[in-house]
């Protein structure tokens, strides 16, 4: 027996394996999930797996790294995030996003800590030693609402997408904050005194670290996308890419000490759109399916990883201190949240209503982010307490808000996500709509939204599509592309029925009754000039909307463009339908 | 800038990426690829950067790890390897594969070994000091086909089946040998004496390691199996488990110093048909496009890192051991080919050609597990020896051997694959000679092939498909399974050349003029007594093949399934059509 040999890969291996036997125990009884927060659930496994391994070996359980957790467990859960991040509400919102995430952060952050400061001037509680940056220091890292424990449980509640993204946008973006605020008063811990400077410093970091994140993140998507502009020939490696760059641009962001989620969430934003139209179909199902089975395996080891190290002697109890912590992080936010949206409702005609406000200040979950800065804190005398405080913080959010979130929701009957997807039509009005504000914002001369997107959809089609899509010719619009999706899905739903039968491969013969009725009618009632007419305008427009794409411009007028062979194939079809 | 804490994921990604983009720079030249192997470029990529690194830091660049290129960077290899295994081409010639395998390596080792010991007693190069236990161990290394070089050449020049599967399937089973014969000459020469005890063990070890390797890849595999029972509800993850088990098996094998290729063959091979039951079609997209990938860079890693490698003062450079060895691989390579096919041929009917003799001698590619095991020996004093020995063995046979059997195979006009798959006439053809060959040698009393496989699938339908499926009562054949891929993949067609139009969506409609045409020609022409026989044969028989799946079964006579509703289903389903 040579265990040593093997024992890296092989107890990655059977961690790994464990989470996803347990992930699958849960799903054997279906009642148990549709109570109980998988994340819970799964802390749960984990403080049962801690509590062996400290009743066998007598002391604690190995406790979860926090290089590990940064390095490899965050940013799959990351990446998928950001890829599979709904662009429309999330820019929509961004305003309202970047004000919690950034003002509400700080917020929490000074509320948190001062008054955790005045806890500790009460001698009946023996805190007098906990100085008031020690105090700012542990605010910095309790404050920052955790995107793994908000995506594992509002997951599974379906709220309505604006709400949903409001507190998973906040939770993404708040890292670049966390992270200034943290290391800025980690260092003036470590600093005899602290210069009016180094203040200022400090805030100029905030847009350095996230502005350069979002900079490395843009740079690695715009080469992934060109990347895979070259891959028609071998196919088989196309998913790499999507995965090696975004991973690069995390751990570049992080080499300069930039916010690592803000990079890759602008890297997989990014590349998503090229990406999705260069490589194959095939590719871009793996891609997909291997994003969410990799962030589902993270996100289940990290909850295990919580309840194992939860276990064990690296704490100290100071109730008071704990207590007032679980009770500030409540109040501080739900405040924080209650003042930033009036002054949000101020500027916006579609408002947050008080029940979703509500919700967002419940919804305020804590996790394995807080977990691994408190264990990557410098070591000073009262650091086991912050370990209690933020343990608890944890897993009273997590088991508590997590578990009576959903029946909160039901009972205030919150507006759910709608189930189905937008038809076509709906997509149509929508991107007329977006149009139409677009001409308006630019003729009122208001710098809106709308005139920005289509500014950028402008540069995209003008030069971007150019440089980083292979078959630069032929974009599809969105609308054709789901229209080709749903004949596809269909033809697979009739060819699995035995409907299909061997008709359809005679083309000729495809042509049913119903089809001739229909224009035969038409002819009937319809004067055939019109007739002409109509079908004329068909040709060229919806012609036009297949072969060039979505590229509204306002520097065109859509009859400019030559008519050339459009309607030649227009006709070929027609003809073969007939 | 903090680059020592990202360095290790840095570093592997930087060098994944690397080998991505070299693979993609091969393929934006049409003409390179079609001349020269991949597998010579990336050496040729390797070189050239050792020689930068060589030249920069002037001293030798890293060597490739023996513990990651065995425990990372050939289990993807090879479980792809098993798992796209043509199983029928293989157990036909498992008995001709084994005895390559077995007999033709432990030929290769002896005799090269010998030999090598005979020049080293020529005193002009002053070798006298190499002991015949350590040309024994050299021999052991420098024997064996390797996998990885075999599938990157052989992968590419498309000869027949049934060779490619000699010399691939030689490469794959031969672990085993190689494994015994490594441990127990290197354990011999740390011995002061050998007793003839020992020898017998190490023969015994033999079958210890090589069927203890497929023991524990088949319960691996039937635990994989077995597991993706209950993954419905959480399909997400069942990539996952293919490639968890597979390692594990691995692992678990290598823990015990048993063959771990042999194991995740095996456990590949086992858990293939079941899992492909169990999980969604668009995860097992995932499986198989994520194992084509994972091997293809892992391919690229080690034949870059072999470049690399090579640069370096880990060499001795005594040439006429050096050119010896490569000769003595070549000759003894192509005796023992040359004897063994004599036997072969005289047992079988289905003979191995004379070109076909020449292309498995010449096929003998060495490759990165021999570089690998002579970094792993003990440290003496021609170590150094063997390693530049190894060296030039390896680029010998990637380079002039990989580059030139092309142009031979064109030459002798050896037989190619076929390009097309087979067609479901011609599959049900095998099956039937399958069915009548096994009952053939059940009445003549020959235990041959058919009978076991005939036994093998009656304990496969009768026990591990109840427990292993998760929908047993709805096994299919693969010609349903086939059928049913076709029709897909035309239904898809159809919907992207916009042919299906709306039609199909009521099947009423669907039903053409032609059907209608034959169906009334059929029953003008035939009896109608006869066609309504026809038609009930039709309905029982051909429904039995849909719902009950292949198992045909010496047990049971064919009219004893209950009609029941089978009758009744096909009667809708004519409804339908009609």
Redesign the interface.
Known sequence: ???Q??QV??EI??W??LA??A??GF??Y?KLPSVVPESCLLIFVGLIMGGIIYGLNDKSPPVMDS?IFF??LLPPIVLDAGYFMPSRPFFENIGTILLYAVVGTIWNVFGIGFSLYGICQVKAFHLQDVSLLHNLLFGSLIAAVDPVAVLAVFEEIHVNEKLHILVFGESLLNDAVTVVLYKLFRSFCEMPTIKSVDVFAGVGQFFVVGLGGVLVGLIFGMTAAF?TR??K??R??E???VF?YS??SY??A????LSGIMAIIACSMGMKRYVEANISL??H??VK??M??WS??SDTLIFIFLGVSTIGENHEWNWPYICFTVIFCLIWRALGVLVLTFFVNRFHVNTITSKDQFIIAYGGLRGAICFSLVFLLPDFRRKKLFIAATTVVILFTVFVQGMTIRPLVDLLAVKRKRESAPTVGEQIHIRFLDHLLAGIEDISGHWGQYYWKDKLEYFNSKYLQKILLREYDQPKSSIVLLY?KL??K???E???A??????????S???????VITDKKLEDTVNPDVLENIQEILARNLYRIRRTGPAYSRHTLPGETEPGEHPQEILI?RH??L
Chains 1, 2 share one sequence.
């Open positions: 027996l040579d265990y040999h093997v890969p092989f291996t059977l790994i394996m996803s036997l992930k699958i799903h054997l279906n290089d390095l490899y990347t070259f891959t020939d071998i088989v490696i998913p790499l890419f090696l991973y690069l751990l570049t992080e080499m300069f000490h095939k590719s199902t793996t399916y291997f969410k089975m589902s395996v080709e004949e596809r269909h033809a697979i009739l060819a699995e035995g409907q299909l039968g061997r008709a359809p491969s005679h083309p013969l495809l042509n049913n009754d119903r089809t079809l073969k339908s």
